[in-house]
Nanobody
Framework: QVQLVESGGGLVQPGGSLRLSCAAS????????MGWYRQAPGKQRELVAA???????NYVDSVKGRFTISRDNAKNTVYLQMNSLKPEDTAVYYC?????????????WGQGTQVTVSS
């Protein structure tokens, strides 16, 4: 199974940028669709952005035009570039890896990284 480790979170002012990274190990990276989820206090975890094995992407409406997900299969890493950050983007961000093994969905999660947008 894959192990996922996020980095790059922190405190940023509104309008600022951050880049999150998620490094994968323990399993071939290119068999996984990857995603970034976030969970704010008192709210359910939501999918922010996802990228398929072939590189197709999709985003939740609230981040379209501001966030960009990408993957580097040679480095076993997925990124989330976040621009024009807003206070409502404050949350713990989790990296997710999804694959299908013998017809069964498998999901793997990182430990999360805190993103705080505040002046």
């Amino acid at each position: 199974q894959v192990q996922l480790v996020e980095s790059g979170g922190g405190l940023v002012q509104p309008g600022g940028s951050l880049r999150l990274s998620c490094a994968a190990s323990g399993s071939p990276f290119n068999i996984y669709a990857m995603g970034w989820y976030r969970q704010a206090p008192g709210k359910q975890r939501e999918l922010v952005a996802a990228i398929t094995k072939s590189g197709s992407t999709n985003y939740v409406d609230s981040v379209k035009g501001r966030f960009t997900i990408s993957r580097d299969n040679a480095k076993n890493t997925v990124y989330l570039q976040m621009n024009s950050l807003k206070p409502e983007d404050t949350a713990v961000y989790y990296c997710n890896g999804h694959t299908v093994v013998y017809g069964t969905d498998r999901d793997y999660w990182g430990q999360g990284t805190q993103v705080t947008v505040s002046s």
